[in-house]
């Protein structure tokens, strides 16, 4: 497991980061509206900004850093994988913010989960590097946005010699908690040895992570197809849904069927829920 570093002292260039910070966060407040948390006010004027980490990027050092420095910046939510170890890489990052700037606002912490394995937020590239033949030229290496890929030459027996450059195999693969699922790998390989896994979150494991009071959101990616697999996860989730202030469902745009959709969901939704509501327009 990847251990964050622990954070620099606080340098002289950071006073500039938090006079920023304070008058963001000062400013965000004087315009809230009514008696609704910040962040449903800023849903209500338009200005909600959510940090999306990935539904499936679970590299803990990097989800901490990004989560300290946008807390700086004064987004509303930080949206992360159901992982419990991602899920406390957030919270560090939001308390380093704070102890930077104490003022700062505290952003909602959204896991997210789905109801079926077809939804391309949850994958992951993987293939076996003996597969790897040693004069590829290593697209998926160069194309992957998140340096999740990583192919090095191994030598079996002797050394490599410039008159002998095949000799070996390759090591390594794709590093698992880097990879979203983008899918830029797929096509880009010239032996088609790499393949999407699907999966779907532990509906168990997401019950226990709403359990926790640093959990404030759920964000619920379903297909479209039919309803038969979220009514399934609710019903898991049902127990503990009430810890959490808002429920996202993110849904893709099905024509005139749509709203139809979003209002069978809802009528599962609302026998057990009492915090907000968010409906999301996703491509899948």
């Known amino acids: 497991m990847v251990v964050p570093v622990p954070p620099p002292p606080l340098l002289a260039s950071h006073v500039a980061v938090r006079a920023a910070a ?5 400013g965000r407040r004087v315009l809230l509206n009514g008696d609704h948390p910040p962040q449903v006010a800023a849903l209500g004027r338009g200005d909600w900004v959510k940090l999306i980490c990935g539904a499936s990027f ?3 050092a990097d989800v901490r850093n990004l989560s300290l420095v946008y807390t700086l910046a004064g987004v509303d939510c930080i949206d992360c994988a159901a992982d419990a170890s991602v899920v406390g890489a957030v919270n560090e990052g939001i308390e380093v913010a704070a102890s930077i700037v104490p003022t700062v606002q505290r952003p909602w912490l959204m896991i997210s989960v ?7 937020h949850f994958r992951k590239a993987e293939f076996d590097p003996d597969d790897c033949p040693l004069d590829c030229s290593k697209p998926c ?13 191994s030598m079996v027996d002797g050394e490599r010699t410039l008159s002998d450059p095949l000799r070996g195999k390759y090591e390594g ?8 699922g983008c899918g830029r790998c797929l096509p880009v390989c010239p032996y088609d040895r790499i393949r999407a896994v699907s999966y779907v979150r532990d509906p168990t494991m997401t019950a226990e992570l709403l359990k926790r009071d ?13 309803t038969d697999m979220f009514n399934t996860l609710w019903d898991n989730l049902s127990g503990s849904i009430n810890n959490v202030k808002l429920v996202a469902v993110s849904l893709p745009d099905i024509g005139e069927s749509t ?3 979003m209002n069978t ?5 609302e026998p057990h829920f009492k915090g907000y509501n968010l409906w999301q327009m996703a491509d899948l």
Do not use: F
């Open 265 to 269: 969901i809802y009528t599962i939704m």
């Open 173 to 180: 693969g794709v590093i698992t908690e880097r990879c979203y």
């Open 214 to 226: 640093d959990v404030d959101a759920i964000e619920i990616h379903t297909t479209g197809k039919g």
């Open 22 to 26: 304070s008058a963001i966060s000062h």
């Open 259 to 261: 709203v139809d959709l």
């Open 141 to 153: 290496e160069k194309v992957c946005p998140a340096d999740a890929i990583s192919l090095k030459h």
């Open 58 to 60: 679970e590299d803990a």
């Open 114 to 120: 789905n109801d079926d394995c077809r939804d391309l």
